[in-house]
């Protein structure tokens, strides 16, 4: 089988999320949120000998790559097909609680080049983007019935994509006497939509729009806060929790979870003399978020937007 994702920032998440010193069990126990092809647990199991791992994944094709992959470690590493907002929500009573927590977001590699569901618009592909089949509407029904201003604030809002009101536009007039099917109609939709200076940018006028669109199916931005939060929850003292983000949305809700973690007072602001006598919940390990350095983005150009954060649970 053929691994095509590269882990991102790989070694600094090794070293930041290390299981070692006083607070880490004998055998610790790892949960991987985002496991994907597995690169990143494959790594971990690779460095710390004794360390077991649980990987989630809400995509079974992908997952059952990361099982071959994997299946050289035994019982060391175990899987579970869900969303990781539920299953945070819903931790077992049979796991323990975990050293370290990983969130690698977004979608793989994989999903852009082997999935055939549309993911990228350089493929002629179904329009599909669902991560799982549970994940409700697919990307053909939201461009195929969504309002126009509804699509405009998705593209905008997921996309930061200053051509927003003209692309939902233009897909609304197209779909007036054709269903987009497939993920090349609506890059060239796409294309044709924008100013012709844009269409030959840094990056493909299309980029930020599948962006949007495939946040809006899978739902990402909504499920991350509450998962952050019941996975701290469940998080060992002393455990180590990162997250590795990809858009500014993304990060935003992480750094503001790990800041308002981080404080010791929670008064509000205009009350002069602290009163609440609060302790912080955790210690943030990267003051600034850990960026990938210039070879890192030569070698792996997925990589050009992640920002790594992690914290310790005091
Ligand atoms: C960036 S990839 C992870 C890559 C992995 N760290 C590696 O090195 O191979 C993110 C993975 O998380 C999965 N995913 C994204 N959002 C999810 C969610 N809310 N619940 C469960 N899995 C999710 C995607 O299906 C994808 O396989």
């Given at each position: ?153 998705i593209i905008?809002?997921y996309g930061?994509e ?46 930020k729009s599948?962006q949007a669109i495939?946040i809006a ?98």
């Open positions: 089988m053929e691994i095509v994702h590269t882990p991102v920032l790989l070694n600094e998440t090794l070293d930041f999320l290390s299981p070692e010193g006083e607070s880490f069990a004998a055998s610790p126990f790892m949960v991987d949120s985002t496991l994907g092809e597995g690169g990143h647990s494959n790594a971990f199991l690779q460095r710390f000998q004794n360390l077991r791992i649980i990987g989630l994944d809400a995509d079974q094709n992908i997952q059952a790559r990361a099982k071959e992959r994997l299946s050289v470690y035994g019982t060391r590493m175990n899987f579970h097909l869900g969303w990781f907002n539920d299953f945070y929500a819903n931790y077992p009573d049979t796991l323990p609680g975990p050293d370290i927590i990983l969130f690698d977001l977004g979608i793989s590699v994989f999903h852009y080049e082997k999935s055939g569901r549309g993911f990228s618009f350089r493929y002629d592909e179904e329009l599909d983007m669902r991560l799982s089949p549970d994940a409700g509407q697919s990307a053909k029904d939201l461009v195929n019935t969504a309002s126009e201003f509804d699509l405009a604030d905008y809002k930061e200053r051509y927003s009101r003209r692309i939902a536009a233009s897909i609304v007039e197209t779909r007036k006497s054709s269903v987009i099917n497939s993920s090349k109609e609506l890059a060239e939709i796409i294309y044709r939509s924008v100013p012709s200076a844009y269409r030959h940018g840094r990056i493909h006028p299309a980029t599948f495939r199916v899978n739902a990402e931005l909504s499920r991350l806060p509450q998962a952050l939060s019941d996975a701290f929850a469940v998080l060992k003292s002393g455990g180590k929790m990162g997250v590795i983000t990809f858009h500014s949305l993304e990060d935003r809700i992480v750094k503001c979870f790990f800041r308002d973690l981080a404080k010791s007072c929670t008064c509000p602001p205009e009350v002069p003399i602290c009163k609440c006598g609060g302790k912080s919940r955790a210690q943030l390990l990267t003051r600034k978020p850990v960026e990938p350095g210039q070879n890192e983005v030569d070698e792996n150009s997925p990589s050009r937007s992640a920002k790594l954060r992690v914290i310790r649970k005091l």
